[in-house]
């Protein structure tokens, strides 16, 4: 039992419906202890309107219940496979998101491939010669960055390659009205997907830079890498095949503590360049008090971050086969 529970996907299959369970009541509690809620918001809409019309959309929309009683409605929805009804998209809350999932995993997936493997080849090179030419330029790339806010890099690419330059489109999934099928409408989305991956991953990318740089450098101190210079390997060689193996592990561990960060960085991109996705439809969600889809996709990013760490923890078993629990290695 204990070696099983060992394995990173038999711990996924217990700790994926836990934390779905802790986020569903978690949310639902967060939600509501806020004001205002979606009747207000139609109220509002709609101008001047009775407190007997206010009072029947709250019947209809359940709203007239406690807290407790709504909560275990929706828990109980959740049992059923069912994550409610969207009254502001007029559709059913599960096929809503299933259909914005693709666009925010390709835009996520990208950028955080991009980041990461982009970024660890940075630092590396950089922690080659500390404190020189080429760590100097790096190092100060990647503090502009970090220090740069997501909107601002959004806006200065979309000024300079999407309205100066025309490069890339600005907007959008793909080019409307075009017609594209195909192996052409795969292409034309990616060429969609290049300045919101570029904006997503700048910040990220000087994280994994400076993150890697650091643990390369203190990796070369090691007595095993003393022991590979001493067998004749070259400096290319023990950098790339001996230390950075060894300085990944740190750089995994921030990769799945990270995953969170990027779905909540997405709402800022998708919002910016119309990218239909899941961090769009969170921003709709929130304008219109929309409380079903608001939940449904935390319920999503709060699965696919566990499913990245237990990706994570796979990884750094492969790289370190002595990363093990206690009743595994005892």
Not at 44 to 55: I, L, P, T
Not at 58 to 73: F, M, P, T
Not at 139 to 146: E, F, K
Not at 248 to 256: E, F, K, S, Y
Request: proline share 5%; glycine share 10%.
């Amino acid at each position: 039992m204990s070696r099983a529970l060992s394995n990173p996907w038999w711990r996924l299959g217990l700790r994926l419906p836990a934390v779905v369970l802790a986020t569903a009541v978690l949310n639902f509690g967060l939600l509501k202890a806020l004001p205002g809620d979606l009747v207000d918001v139609i109220a509002s809409e709609s101008g001047s309107v009775s407190a007997d019309y206010v009072a029947q959309l709250r019947r209809l929309y359940g709203l007239d219940r406690s807290a407790i009683e709504q909560l275990g409605a929706y828990l109980a929805q959740i049992l059923q496979g069912d994550l409610g009804y969207s009254f502001r998209f007029g559709e059913p809350v599960l096929p809503l998101v299933l259909h914005r999932l693709p666009a925010t995993l390709a835009l996520v997936g990208l950028a955080l491939a991009l980041s990461a493997l982009l970024g660890v080849w940075l630092g590396a090179l950089a922690a080659r010669r500390p404190f020189g030419l080429g760590d100097t330029v790096i190092s100060a790339l990647a503090t502009l960055g970090y220090s740069a806010p997501m909107f601002w890099t959004a806006l200065m690419l979309i000024v300079l390659f999407g309205v100066r330059l025309e490069w890339f489109p600005v907007a959008g999934l793909y080019e409307v009205g075009a017609g594209y099928q195909g192996l052409r409408l795969l292409l034309d989305m990616l060429w969609h997907l290049v300045l919101p991956v570029l904006t997503l991953s700048v910040y990220y990318l000087a994280v994994y830079v400076r993150l890697t740089r650091a643990s390369v450098i203190e990796t070369l101190q090691e007595d095993f890498i003393r022991t590979a210079r001493a067998k004749g390997g070259g400096e290319s060689h023990v950098l790339w095949r001996h230390a950075l193996r060894h300085a990944l592990l740190p750089v995994l561990t921030l990769l799945g503590l990270q995953a969170s960060a990027l779905l909540g960085g997405s709402i800022v991109v998708e919002t910016v360049f119309a990218w239909p996705g899941l961090g769009q439809l969170s921003f709709e969600a929130i304008k219109s008090r929309d409380v079903p889809v608001l939940l449904a996709v935390l319920l999503f990013s709060a699965g696919l971050v566990v499913l990245v760490n237990a990706l994570v923890d796979a990884l750094q078993r492969r790289l370190d086969p002595r990363i093990a629990d206690p009743a595994g290695a005892a």
